[in-house]
């Protein structure tokens, strides 16, 4: 029952950030100079920024810009991981050392550092976050789906399936693939909410989406100064992002759990 909630919550951000236009008519980047840090009010419900804008507008809008961003980072991420892991898993020797010393290496790093480091080198825009926070989390897909491939390949009806001549291709694309999807997907569930934090903190340093475009990160990074004379600014943005997180890190976690069982019913005689 208590992961019920996660996931209406999830569906409700997800729901309101696709229906936008048809939950608020304000355009989010519209400047009005006559209701400047605005309250909460039943006109504007999170109230105004300091240039007038509707921030219930920009908190809906530039939902679309971090869950975007973010979930094209995971899926990019992922493919590249889920290449690196079953090319090394498979092959073994040289390949392996290979691919997992570039894992190490990217592993060594602080992540958001990396990321931020690959912001500065391009041009600051959303496609940029996105590449820096796909170029840092595929090393953590990768050494784990490693591991899955690692047992996989050992059992018999993958010996059986190179017994009766089926290509490497093959073997990886149909056989071992599949044995390692859930795992991916619940590696995927599990570092969604670290990609949100990822790329509101990049664009909180401005290093994402430039202004006006908003997006959560910015839009707290914008504010901050007013955080105490005006906090709605900032504390719905914020509310944004730590609901999201928290949502996906306990379904992550419910997934984590369902697939650690299916697993152990599997190994069961």
């Not at 048809?22 to 006559?34: C, E, K, M």
Request: with cysteine.
């Amino acid at each position: 029952m208590f992961i019920k909630l996660p996931i209406i919550v999830l569906m409700f951000i997800v729901l309101a950030v696709a229906f936008a236009p048809y939950l608020t008519h304000y355009d989010p980047v519209a400047i009005n100079l006559d209701e400047i840090k605005a309250a909460p009010s039943p006109r504007h419900l999170f109230g105004t920024d300091s240039k007038g804008r509707d921030v219930l507008a920009r908190v809906l809008y530039g939902g679309r810009i971090s869950l975007g961003v973010s979930f094209a980072a995971a899926l990019v991420s992922l493919c590249i991981g889920f290449t690196a892991g079953l090319i090394s898993g498979y092959y073994g020797r040289w390949t392996d050392t290979l691919l997992m010393a570039v894992v190490d290496l990217t592993l060594a790093f602080p992540s958001l550092l990396l990321a931020i480091g690959i912001s500065v080198v391009l041009p600051p825009t959303k496609f940029t976050v996105m590449a820096a926070i796909a170029l840092v989390g595929w090393a953590s897909f990768a050494r784990l789906i490693r591991g899955q491939v690692l047992k996989v390949k050992e059992m018999a009806y993958v010996e059986a399936a190179r017994s009766l001549g089926a290509s490497n291709l093959r073997v990886m694309v149909v056989h071992i693939f599949p044995q390692c999807l859930s795992l991916g997907l619940v590696i995927l569930g599990i570092k969604f909410s670290g990609y949100i934090l990822t790329e509101a903190s990049l664009s909180f340093l401005g290093l994402g989406p430039q202004p006006p475009t908003p997006s959560w990160g910015n839009m707290i990074g914008d504010n901050r100064a007013y955080i105490l004379s005006e906090p709605w600014m900032v504390l719905f943005p914020g509310l944004a992002i730590a609901a999201t997180a928290l949502c996906f890190n306990l379904f992550g976690d419910y997934m984590q759990e369902r697939f650690s069982n299916l697993y152990d019913r599997q190994r069961r005689p």
